[in-house]
């Protein structure tokens, strides 16, 4: 293989990979996020957004409140309590629940913190 070619194939291999490395979240299914205690105010990534069939409006970020309008109606008073604990505790959130989509679809949601 010639240098330009091994350099063509070192390309495309990057290129590749780059892709990749943008599909991941989707194809995977997982976002990312972060909480503001003070303002309560949760930072959601766009793959985020996509799990919960949601569109960011304008740079709004959902308060704690909008958050648990979406959440299955049996598992709000889980959810803040597993908040309240990891705030007592310190410790390391981890949580199960479902949400119901704009379009009543119920999805099971697992998130950590």
């Not at 949760?42 to 304008?58: K, R």
């Not at 629940?97 to 119920?106: A, E, H, L, Q």
Request: net charge positive.
């Amino acid at each position: 293989m010639s240098k330009n070619e091994e350099l063509i194939s070192k390309i495309k291999d990057l290129h590749y990979n780059k892709n990749a490395n943008k599909r991941s979240p989707q194809v995977a299914k997982f976002g990312a996020w972060n909480i503001d205690l003070i303002k309560d105010v949760a930072y959601w990534s766009d793959a985020v957004y996509s799990l919960f069939d949601l569109t960011p409006q304008n740079n709004k970020t959902p308060t704690m409140e909008e958050f648990l309008k979406i959440l299955h109606p049996d598992d709000v008073e889980k959810v803040t309590k597993v908040k309240i604990d990891c705030i007592t505790n310190i410790a390391p959130y981890h949580c199960q629940y479902r949400i119901i989509t704009k379009d009543g679809k119920i999805r099971h949601i697992s998130s950590r913190g």
